[in-house]
């Protein structure tokens, strides 16, 4: 869409999984589409291992990402990750975004462990999920293309995280490091409500954070993740939209007046 406005609203966070399906539905894309998209990032393992499908939460409608991969404990430095995304057949905006988000990764948990980024191991982060949630918005990223990117403030919270390292508390350490200078705010909730992979991507996709951005609506979709969290508005809500015509941008400034 040229001159496109992308927002993003995450009352009750925002993962990876969640803005493949985001940006999916904001490209309407079909099944086949996105299988093919998939498959751009080059590893046979990954082809048909996920799909956009309707979720349901308290009787409301929306979309999540379903991913079916085989068991994976693959320790990938960031050379290796780079190998990969260098040799797949994604865009080269999409190499470049991807590229740029598992940087800010490697820096945030590089900054976490005491090292350089170069000497960072991934563990969760690098094996087969993590690189499809990377690589696969990327892709799609590149592809919207939206002039605009404004996400809402993010939402934190206490409580603790279960990862290789152990019980953390939350938020993970590399979330806290990449959340600095944006926009945060306290939910009535516990856990993990921004995964290191989100923050990461919102980042390399250059997302501004404010409110509501003027413009009229042309495509919205709401996506669940895999965890649903009490005392908060689950889902995310993805919006795709353009200015305002000169005419009514008089209009409406001066209505404003």
């Known amino acids: ?35 093919a998209t998939l498959s751009r990032i080059g590893l046979p393992e990954l082809v048909g291992s996920a799909e956009v499908i309707p979720k349901r939460l308290n009787h409301i409608s929306g979309w999540g990402l379903r991913v079916d991969l085989p068991p ?8 290796d990750i780079i190998a990969i995304i260098d040799k797949s057949a994604m865009s080269e905006t999409a190499k470049t975004l991807s590229l740029t988000a598992f940087n800010l990764l490697a820096e945030a948990e590089g900054a976490v462990h005491g090292m350089s980024a170069e000497k960072v191991v991934f563990h969760e982060v690098g094996a087969l999920d993590s690189i499809l949630d990377m690589c696969l918005a990327s892709e799609l990223f590149a592809r919207l293309s ?15 995280i279960s990862c290789r390292h152990g019980l953390l508390a939350a938020p993970a350490p590399a979330t806290l490091f990449l959340l600095q200078g944006v926009p945060i705010y306290g939910i009535p909730s516990a856990g993990e409500t921004v995964t290191p992979t989100a923050i990461a991507l919102l980042r390399a996709f250059g997302a501004s954070f404010g409110p509501w951005p003027p413009m009229i609506l042309r495509r919205e979709a709401r996506v669940y993740g895999s965890r649903t969290l009490p005392g908060v508005p689950n889902g995310a809500i993805f919006a795709m939209g353009e200015p305002y015509p000169e005419e009514f941008s008089r209009f409406y400034g001066n209505c404003q007046d």
């Open 72 to 79: 994976a404990h693959e320790h990938n430095s960031l050379g």
């Open 146 to 160: 939206p002039a605009t990117f404004i996400c809402g403030p993010l939402p934190v919270c206490d409580g603790k």
């Open 1 to 35: 869409m040229v001159d496109g406005i992308l927002t993003l609203r995450a009352p009750s966070g925002i993962s990876g999984d969640m803005l493949v399906a985001g940006l999916a539905r904001m490209l309407l894309l079909d099944a086949v589409d996105f299988t």
